[in-house]
Nanobody, 128 residues
Framework: QVRLVESGGGLVQAGGSLRLSCTTS????????VGWFRQAQGKQREFLAG????????FYAKSVQGRFTISRDDAKKLVYLQMNRLKPEDTAVYYC?????????????????????WGQGTQVTVSS
């Protein structure tokens, strides 16, 4: 069982920035496409950003494109979500997700993905 652990959440003022990190209990994340989802209280879970196993392809939801950036550092077993210009409506629990990929499959996780592995989530609260 792949265990994913998020960190970096917290309280920030509107307009501020946070960087979320995701790591794994596995020896490496290198073979996994990784993504970030969020779920606000009373709302459906929402895809935010995905990155291919190679890091060569990314995909963003329109709601965060231009404000959020996903990246990965496989040497450190970390995937990041840099979040800038945060808004109160970004308040949610943020989840790291991953899917094992065939080496020939260079697709990032996207809004149609149903990733198999999920972290426990980290709370992000943006105050107005």
């Amino acid at each position: 069982q792949v265990r994913l652990v998020e960190s970096g959440g917290g309280l920030v003022q509107a307009g501020g920035s946070l960087r979320l990190s995701c790591t794994t209990s596995e020896r490496t994340l290198r073979s996994y496409a990784v993504g970030w989802f969020r779920q606000a209280q009373g709302k459906q879970r929402e895809f935010l950003a995905g990155i291919s196993w190679s890091g060569g392809s990314t995909f963003y939801a329109k709601s965060v494109q231009g404000r959020f950036t996903i990246s990965r550092d496989d040497a450190k077993k970390l995937v990041y979500l840099q979040m800038n210009r945060l808004k109160p409506e970004d308040t949610a629990v943020y989840y790291c997700t991953a899917d094992l990929r065939d080496p020939m499959d260079t697709r990032p996780l996207n809004s149609d993905s149903q990733p198999y592995y999920w972290g426990q989530g980290t709370q992000v609260t943006v105050s107005s």
